[in-house]
């Protein structure tokens, strides 16, 4: 312990000084990680007005990466990042110390982002991570400036933020891009259907004069909807053990292959309690598969791990109407969102052909 004063006051510490802005240049950021990042509603129409401007949203993962001598990237759940993406550090190296960027981690393949190939990353292995950092690398996409030089940033408005963000970007290069920014609504509805190949998985609607909320769900992120008909070719039990968890959907390809597609669990209990009962008449000991190579339920993989991957096949038959927000590596990337029960149409048209497998510029044509 020491002591230092003089007259009616004296300062204490045990071995570490106070934390005086001197003290804090370990670090500089002015406030301490990790940080909860904001959020954004749902909205199937963008808002419109002065107030408003737009950027795309990446499809990865949503990250916060701290500049300065212990350089930081986080999760979007405050889980450290930089262990499974080494190569990484040296862009946040390219920052100035006490810097904070909210943005996401990325990886692209063939001038498109690739979710599942972003998901191969997280591996334990310390030789995988270091042998996948080569072959499939990852990049950063900014969006956001919380901090800068060590100043704390979240409390202004938009604009200036981003006016600040692109000043920083005049100084940094690959792997770092910058995504646009339009307060034009026909452009953004331009780029919300010819940047979708690219990787954008909706626009981002933020107001102009907006402070930096953490955790607090005040953007607006604009999303597809898309229909579908698909078959049910099976279903999982809820955890209660008494009804329907989900309805696992199914497509047909040009050769008669039924393939499984995703879930669908948007039910409510009484429906789930008289779903299980239906399909309970129709059970069967096989539904997805045929001829080819096709995808099945339940295929244990790292990312399944401590899930219930169990699941109960069913004739195909039944056809549901259901809408889905994106397509990843052939099949629905989240939960589909049920709209109605089709009686009326027969299970061998639920094809393929229904898909939107959008089309248009590259990555590389949209990011600074």
């Not at 000043?167 to 646009?180: C, E, N, R």
């Not at 999982?236 to 008494?242: A, L, N, P, Q, V």
Request: glycine share 8%; net charge negative; hydrophobic share 35%.
């Amino acid at each position: 312990m020491q002591e230092y004063g003089s007259g009616q006051w004296y300062v204490r510490w045990s071995t570490q000084p106070p934390c005086t802005p001197y003290a804090r240049s370990m670090t500089d950021w002015p406030f301490t990680p990790p940080l909860k990042p904001m959020k954004a509603r749902v909205r199937v129409t963008p808002p419109t007005g002065d107030e408003w401007v737009y950027e795309p949203k990446w499809d990865g993962f949503r990250s916060i990466a701290w500049a300065g001598e212990q350089p930081r990237l986080d999760s979007r759940n405050g889980k450290p990042l930089l262990r499974y993406f080494p190569e990484l550090e040296p862009a946040l190296a390219q920052l100035p110390p006490g810097t904070v960027i909210d943005g996401e981690v990325v990886v692209v393949v063939d001038d498109v982002t690739q979710f599942d190939q972003l998901q191969m990353r997280i591996h334990p292995a310390a030789s995988r991570i270091e042998r996948l950092s080569k072959e499939i690398p990852a990049e950063l996409v900014a969006f956001d400036l919380l901090a800068h030089g060590g100043e704390d940033l979240r409390v202004v408005p938009y604009t200036e933020r981003r006016e600040r963000l692109e000043a920083v970007f005049a100084d940094v290069s690959f792997p770092w891009h910058l995504t646009p920014v339009t307060a034009d609504v026909d452009e953004a509805a331009r780029w919300f259907d010819e940047y979708e190949h690219a990787g954008c998985d909706g626009i981002i609607c933020k107001r102009t004069d907006g402070v930096y909320k953490e955790d607090k769900r005040e953007w607006i992120k604009w999303k597809h909807r898309r229909d579908c008909d698909c078959v049910v070719g099976g279903y999982r039990i809820h955890k209660d053990g008494d009804k329907i968890g989900s309805i696992l959907l199914g497509l047909y390809n040009d050769a008669g292959d039924f393939h499984f597609m995703g879930h669908c669990s948007g039910f409510s209990d009484h429906d789930r309690v008289e779903l299980l009962r239906q399909f309970e008449q129709i059970r069967d000991d096989t539904s997805f598969g045929g001829e080819g190579q096709v995808r099945v339920p339940g295929m244990q993989s790292r990312w399944s791990t401590g899930k219930e991957l169990d699941w109960i096949p069913v004739t195909p038959g039944v056809v549901v109407q259901i809408s889905y927000d994106q397509l990843e590596g052939g099949r629905f990337r989240h939960a589909t969102r049920f709209e109605r029960w089709r009686p009326d149409k027969p299970a061998e048209e639920c094809t393929m052909d229904q898909l939107v497998r959008p089309e248009g510029a590259g990555f590389s044509d949209v990011v600074a």
